[in-house]
């Protein structure tokens, strides 16, 4: 399966500095244009280009753009409120690295890989202090009213708080119907801007797989209500969009069970399942080949190019391994993890994972 090429100039980077700048906030970067008064950003998580298609949505003002890379959440939601690249804000993955707390940490729950609890970190050292060229543009915004519709319980996590914790309002839902109720309250106040987040069509994908009976009917349902709502409501353009799609996994490695690979490592791998990041001052190029079927390596000079603008090369690690097939690279922390039981998957760079859509309505 062939690989895409990021282009950073037709993807949720570009759309987020359009945000950025509909919202008053000048950053330093080619933005798309985004028109209208009032914006709602409707993010559905795991809603990938081919699970629109197989679901059999058609609707006339879908696009497709890409993701950023890796195509996994935490990455995504950090370029979706910075309007920075992963190469800039640094959040690289769904293990990424950080020197500041001495190694591998899970960014969207702020701990480090094997700690169960959410936010262990936080108290010892914010977020900001780990991550500080991660700053939200919403943080800047002036005179605008802006909201938030999500989930119940992620109001108050760090990394909700330093991505887009700076709104006017956050609301939360409890259920799927609560979440529409919620949005067309939400619609009659005096928000410029509003950002709708459904994980949902993510979890299925990750838990049946991505084109599943229960995935698709997922997703046309939220679809449905949602494009209904959007269609009402004109004075509100609805930027319809996902961080990512999914690949169905055909087959699960685990790279802890792999000594041959690790002894050549200084730190675990980390990043995504479909996108390992290697830190290792031995030239494993050639081996990496050897030992895996179906894979792409790329070298730390050709890391920039898929991660957009980089800052500070101290970020990069010296390889990633992105798979050309549907197969799923783990390293397991935790001795009772079920990460390895997934059939979707996500992180890499196959069309199925990298291209999503970009529905405008009354745009
Ligand atoms: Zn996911």
């Given at each position: 399966m062939s690989l895409i090429t990021p282009n950073y100039e037709q993807s949720l980077y570009s759309l987020a500095c359009g945000i950025s700048n509909f919202l008053g906030v000048k950053r330093d970067c080619s933005s798309m244009n985004i028109s209208g008064n009032r914006i709602v950003l409707a993010l559905l998580d795991g809603f990938g280009w081919s699970t629109m298609r197989k679901a059999g949505i058609e609707v006339k003002e879908a696009r497709k753009i890409h993701t950023v890379f890796p195509s996994t959440t935490a990455t995504v939601i950090s370029t979706l409120f910075t309007a920075m690249t992963p190469g800039e804000h640094g959040i690289l993955g769904f293990n990424t690295y950080s020197m500041r707390l001495g190694g591998i940490v899970n960014a969207m729950r702020y701990t480090y890989p094997a700690v169960k609890e959410r936010d262990s970190i936080k108290d010892s050292l914010s977020f900001s202090t780990a991550f500080p060229s991660l700053q939200s543009y919403l943080k800047e915004?002036?005179?605008?009213?802006?909201?938030?519709?999500?989930?119940?319980?992620?109001?108050?996590?760090?990394?909700?708080?330093?991505?887009?914790?700076?709104?006017?309002?956050?609301?939360?839902?409890?259920?799927?119907?609560?979440?529409?109720?919620?949005?067309?309250?939400?619609?009659?106040?005096?928000?410029?801007?509003?950002?709708?987040?459904?994980?949902?069509?993510?979890?299925?994908?990750?838990?049946?797989?991505?084109?599943?009976e229960v995935t698709l009917k997922a997703t046309r349902d939220i679809f449905e209500n949602l494009y209904n709502i959007a269609k009402k409501h004109t004075e509100f353009t609805f930027l319809i969009t996902a961080d990512h799609g999914h690949m169905t996994t055909t087959e699960t490695?685990?790279?802890?069970?792999?000594?041959?690979?690790?002894?050549?490592?200084?730190?675990?791998?980390?990043?995504?399942?479909?996108?390992?990041?290697?830190?290792?001052r031995n030239d494993i190029h050639d081996y990496l080949y050897t030992k895996f079927d179906s894979i792409r390596v790329f070298k730390k000079n050709e890391i920039p190019s898929l991660l957009g603008k980089v800052n500070d090369e101290k970020i990069l690690p010296d390889y990633i391994m992105v798979p050309t097939d549907g197969r799923a690279y783990i390293y397991l922390f935790k001795e009772k993890d079920e990460y390895y039981k997934l059939v979707g998957h996500h992180g890499g760079l196959t069309p199925d994972e990298f291209e999503i859509p970009l529905i405008t309505v009354n745009g």
């Open positions: 915004v002036n005179d605008v009213k802006t909201a938030s519709v999500i989930p119940k319980g992620l109001e108050d996590v760090e990394f909700t708080g330093v991505t887009h914790g700076y709104v006017s309002e956050t609301k939360t839902y409890i259920d799927f119907w609560d979440a529409f109720f919620n949005l067309e309250q939400t619609l009659q106040k005096d928000f410029k801007f509003i950002y709708f987040y459904i994980p949902d069509i993510d979890s299925l994908s990750h838990k049946y797989g991505p084109y599943s490695i685990l790279l802890d069970q792999i000594p041959e690979l690790i002894n050549k490592l200084e730190i675990p791998p980390y990043g995504d399942s479909r996108a390992v990041f290697l830190r290792t």
